[in-house]
């Protein structure tokens, strides 16, 4: 007994009072967490959206990249269809003799994320000099999350450019 008056007689001298928090203290802490909670859910949406958009433009960049590449690489002409409404491309080839081209694979998802969405819909074909050309729409299409618009555009040399 002693010993137990002896450690609370030293908590309040060197704490103050009696340990633990009160009912004040408690509702100062929520306050606070609420607030910061408040200011940072906002910001936490708009980085989420941007960074899903930047994926999205990325992954269709990069596949239009890699289509080029494969024409080159390869030899003969390559074609990839984004359709407007399709959250996926298609990849085809026309590997001589043939006079048609054909799918590479199956359709590749450039975005898994609703919400996201690409006009127009947009064919490019690839020749083996590297060179590009819309079959489809133009050499321009834009990706968008409803509030920030990307326009992805293509050079007819294949380089690509976002803005």
Do not use: C
Request: no cysteine.
């Amino acid at each position: 007994m002693d010993t137990a008056n002896s450690e609370t007689a030293t908590r309040r001298r060197l704490f103050g009072g009696e340990a633990g928090m009160g009912m004040l203290e408690m509702t100062f802490v929520l306050l606070i967490a609420g607030v910061l909670s408040a200011v940072a859910l906002p910001a936490t949406k708009t980085a989420l959206a941007a960074y899903k958009l930047n994926s999205a433009v990325s992954s269709a960049t990069g596949a239009i990249q890699a289509a080029r590449y494969q024409a080159i690489m390869q030899g003969y002409h390559h074609r990839i269809t984004f359709t407007q409404g399709s959250d996926s491309y298609q990849i085809l080839s026309k590997v001589p003799p043939a006079t048609t081209f054909s799918n590479v694979g199956g359709s590749v998802l450039w975005t898994t994320t609703t919400g996201i969405s690409m006009t127009p819909t947009t064919t490019l074909e690839f020749f083996p000099g590297g060179t590009v050309q819309a079959t489809t729409g133009t050499l321009s299409f834009t990706i968008t999350n409803g509030s920030t618009t990307k326009t992805v555009t293509v050079s007819g040399v294949g380089d690509v450019t976002v803005t």
